[in-house]
């Protein structure tokens, strides 16, 4: 057991990763979600999931959410980074806010027979997935939830016949009634 004033204790706090939910909103032009992906990767810095779309029509804005890794002064440089682009009109840490919703979207096939494919029509209902393509052989399931929750399912789906994956990444957006 590390003593409270030990040097390896700091070092441990220091060195601690934590993941972030960034909201960027960005002028939408060409070339801009490839200088922000440019931060990221000129730096080492890793992205766990990234959406882009138009949200402002009128403005020509666009919403980049990046779910990323790092320590706590990894995060904060990241932003710093992000604010000092030219393209980049706001940016919002969602995970300090404490105030968000995620969600993302799963569509996975399962091929299986008999027992195995009853279980994953038994599972797919216990985590409110549709099924949105059937065969003889196969399903195709829509779910839509927290990365953690989809994470699970497709380990239950694994020894069922889990054919493939696709998911959409994290979308995000901040509870209340005011503006990200």
């Known amino acids: ?7 390896y204790a700091i070092k441990e706090g220091k060195d601690a990763t934590e993941t ?16 922000v992906i440019g931060l990221f990767s000129g730096r080492g810095y890793n992205i766990e999931s990234l959406t ?3 949200t402002e029509h009128e403005k020509h804005r666009s919403r980049i959410t990046v779910v990323t890794t790092g320590s706590p002064q990894v995060i904060e ?12 009109h706001r940016v919002m ?12 979207l799963l569509l996975i096939k399962v091929r299986g027979a008999g027992e195995l494919r009853s279980e ?11 099924v949105i393509d059937a065969t003889t052989e196969s399903f195709v399931f829509e779910l839509t939830g927290k990365t953690d929750k989809l994470d699970q399912f497709i380990l239950l ?3 069922l016949g889990l054919v493939e994956v696709s998911r959409t990444g994290v979308a995000a957006i901040t509870r209340g009634p005011d503006a990200t």
């Open 93 to 104: 840490d969602l995970t300090v806010t404490g105030k968000a919703i995620e969600r993302e």
């Open 157 to 159: 789906m694994q020894p």
């Open 1 to 7: 057991m590390m003593q409270p004033g030990s040097v």
């Open 52 to 54: 882009v779309s138009e």
């Open 20 to 35: 972030h939910t960034l909201s960027v909103l960005v002028d939408n032009e060409p070339g801009v979600l490839a200088r």
């Open 120 to 130: 994953a029509l038994r599972l797919a209902e216990a985590f409110r997935a549709r």
């Open 77 to 88: 440089q990241i932003k710093a980074q992000l604010e000092r682009m030219v393209p980049v």
